[in-house]
C-alpha cells in the first residue's frame, strides 16, 4: 500500500501563487506516473498535470504556462507550483500516483478569490 499526503493549499488572490506538496510514503517499489488532479464544486475530477519517471510531463491546456509540476523521486514527492491563479482554479486538488495501481490522497483545498 500507498499512502500520500498533500500540503500547501489554502486561500490566496488571483494572480498569486501558491505550491502544493505531496509525499508518498509506505510500500514504495517504483512509482511511475505522479500526477495532480483537481475537482471543483459540481464538476468531474480532471487531469491538471502529470509527470512521467523519466522527467516529461503534461498539462491541462487550461494551466499550460502557469503551473509547473516537479517530482523528487529519492524524496518520493510530486510538487505543483500554481502561478498567476484565477478564480477558475479554484479546487480541491489530488495527488495520485501509479504504481501497480493508482493511488489518491485526501486532498487539498484551494481558493483564488477575485
Known amino acids: 500500500q500507498v499512502q500520500l499526503v498533500e500540503s500547501g493549499g489554502g486561500l490566496v488572490q488571483a494572480g498569486g501563487s501558491l505550491r502544493l506538496s505531496c509525499v508518498a510514503s509506505g510500500r514504495i517499489l517504483s512509482i511511475s506516473t505522479m500526477a495532480w488532479y483537481r475537482q471543483a464544486p459540481g464538476k468531474q475530477r480532471e487531469l491538471v498535470a502529470r509527470i512521467f519517471s523519466s522527467g516529461f510531463a503534461n498539462y491541462a491546456d487550461s494551466v499550460k504556462g502557469r503551473f509547473t509540476i516537479s517530482r523528487d523521486n529519492g524524496k518520493n514527492t510530486v510538487n505543483l507550483q500554481m502561478n498567476s491563479l484565477k478564480p477558475e482554479d479554484t479546487a480541491v486538488y489530488y495527488c495520485?500516483?501509479?504504481?501497480?495501481?493508482?493511488?489518491w490522497g485526501q486532498g487539498t483545498q484551494v481558493t483564488v478569490s477575485s
Open positions: 495520485n500516483v501509479w504504481q501497480r495501481g493508482d493511488y
